[in-house]
């Protein structure tokens, strides 16, 4: 790894005129800006379909790709979409994520597209080519003919052929749309982080497809589920509910359902962060009937034979690991063998009195250094709600003397010249926004992902300033 910088943002944040960012010319614009003001990557979250909260991290599939990232513009250019149905998808909103409107209307609008299509055999031989993808498009159309119930739930087993190739054509669409994104972005000089979501959803194509490779009944229900232990945040723990793997089974077919996974997504991006990577050296085990996860307990995982499996299965592509959380030495061990890049936030180290790895001066080369994740307050919404004492040991820390103005600043200057090989900021901190536009809050349920930026917002952020940066801190 060489020293550079990137910059976190969602597709789902991109500006645009549809109610969310697609994978419209606004990627090419935001990919564009990046080229200006020096930094070499855009990491994005996953890219699979949002739950009912609309997060990314709870998904029908772990291979689909969620359809409100089809671009509208490139539909109505290929005949799909008339100019009337695209001018009634326009948003009422630049500032927001319209999803409720989006979950009225927007699958509708793809529906119709579908049936304008003049390629229908290269769609059906890309899906075909792609068993993965061809068995989610199977799962939405059984899930619609079934009410849209839990599959555990269905009673039939047939469904409408429209539906079916509906799904395929608009996967087609997002694979696609997004590779030429891709391609541009490669041709700028610019690459692309994934994020890989290390749970599935109970309700998913990946376990009702393969249902052998997790720990279920055989009835098919649950028997172990996934989450945290108590900690200082939680006296409960957190209960995440996802089934758990079955890692004995998927050792016997070489970690057949992984390695597909990593593939696929070493196809779409230059370099893969995977979230929770500490559960691969153990992770905790909540009985499915169980009413906190203080009643879990922790079980090995599959270890370095398993990532010897998946760092070959993502070929050229860099994997980073999220090794955030309870950590233990065996942990930091697993990590260090992997060879993989772990993480650092800057937020993260400043939270008490005292050291910590997440402070800068811990940095080692091998690492992704953040001032912040999806998970966390913007920087200047940190620094305005730090307590006082550790607001001024942290500016202090940082260089910065006097009042709080341009104290964002001197933090982030100093992520930049800490060790750490790749530093990632959120878009709100370029813009030095509060905690007003923070992207997500765990444990909340309501009013998270909605963040979007403007087209205006975007250019009024000082590209010289950023562009100094990455040459002072040898990051271009």
């Known amino acids: 790894m060489d020293r550079k910088s990137g ?35 855009w990491q994005v979250l996953p890219f699979c379909m949002a739950d009912r909260f609309n997060s990314p991290y709870q998904s029908y599939s772990a291979f689909g790709g969620n359809p409100y990232f089809v671009d509208l513009t490139t539909l109505f250019e290929k005949g799909l979409l008339t100019k009337e149905e695209l001018e009634s998808a326009k948003q009422k909103t630049p500032y927001v994520c319209e999803y409720e409107r989006l979950w009225e209307e927007r699958l509708s609008l793809l529906k119709k597209a579908a049936k304008r299509v003049q390629n229908s055999l290269e769609i059906e031989t890309f899906i075909q080519e792609r068993p993965q993808l061809e068995a989610f498009c199977r799962f939405m159309a059984l899930k619609e003919a079934n009410g849209h119930l839990p599959w555990d739930e269905w009673e039939c087993d047939t469904y409408d052929e429209e539906i079916y190739f509906a799904w395929k054509m608009i996967q087609y669409e997002f694979f696609t749309q997004w590779q030429k994104i891709k391609s541009y972005a490669n041709e700028q000089g610019i690459k692309l982080i994934g994020d890989m979501p290390i749970y599935v959803s109970y309700d998913s194509c990946d376990v009702w497809a393969n249902r052998e490779q997790f720990s279920l009944t055989e009835e098919g229900k649950p028997t172990l589920v996934a989450g945290v232990p108590p900690d200082y945040f939680s006296e409960d723990g957190q209960l995440w509910g996802n089934p758990l793997y079955n890692w004995d089974n998927m050792k016997n077919d070489g970690y057949r359902w992984w390695c597909d996974r990593i593939s696929h997504m070493a196809n779409m991006f230059d370099a893969v962060r995977i979230d929770h990577f500490r559960a691969f050296e153990s992770y905790w085990a909540v009985p499915y009937d169980a009413k906190t996860a203080k009643e879990g307990s922790w079980k090995k995982g599959p270890g370095l034979e398993f990532i010897r499996a998946i760092r070959q299965a993502a070929g050229k592509s860099q994997i980073i690991a999220e090794d955030l959380g309870d950590i233990t ?44 994740t999806h998970d966390n307050n913007t920087l200047l919404g940190y620094l305005w709600e730090l307590p006082d004492h550790l607001r001024r040991e942290m500016l202090s820390y940082c260089g910065h003397e006097g009042d709080w103005g341009n104290g964002c600043r001197s933090m982030i200057r100093t992520v930049y010249q800490s060790h750490a090989d790749w530093v ?17 809050t765990p444990g909340k349920a309501e009013g998270n992902w909605q963040f979007r930026i403007t087209k205006e917002q975007l250019h009024s952020i000082d590209k010289a300033y950023f562009k100094e940066l990455n040459h002072r801190y040898a990051r271009g």
């Open 329 to 372: 030495p065996e942990v930091h061990q697993l990590v260090k063998d992997s060879g993989f890049p772990g993480m650092r936030v800057f937020q993260f180290g400043f939270l008490s009195e005292g050291d910590s790895l997440h402070k800068p001066h811990h940095y080692p080369k091998n690492s992704v250094a953040y001032t912040g």
């Open 424 to 440: 990632i900021l959120p878009i709100q901190d370029l813009l030095f926004y509060g905690s007003d536009t923070r992207l997500n």
């Open 7 to 41: 910059v976190l943002m969602h597709i789902s944040s991109l500006f645009g005129e549809y109610s969310i960012g697609s994978f419209g010319e606004e990627a090419k614009s935001f990919i564009d800006f990046l080229k200006e003001c020096g930094f070499t990557y």
